[in-house]
């Protein structure tokens, strides 16, 4: 279990990524796949500096990870937990939430709700 200054600090750094609309539009590209700095910047119109200052961020706060291929370098979240909770994320803001099942205090699963 995270102590409460462990979770504070996590949330405030999932507060600095999705604080950048650019990181924000990012994370969303990157809940498609695995993707390379070049084919961000093309996908989203965005200069490749832009994009890889961008990513070191998103790679600092925790939420993607790299894997090189050859001499280039590719981006992805860093888990499928990630993608889940980006995905449940949307889905509170825009009201169209799904019940599965919730964590107790202990962090451990119930039914669905």
Known sequence: MLTSEQRLSAIQRLGRALSDPTRCRLLLALLEGPDYPA???DRLGLTRQNVSNHLACLRDCGLVHTHARGRQVSYELVDDS????LE?????VWGTTQPHETLTPSGEQSRAV
């Open 39 to 41: 084919g961000l910047a």
């Open 82 to 85: 990630l993608a889940h909770a």
């Open 88 to 92: 449940d994320l949307l889905q509170v």
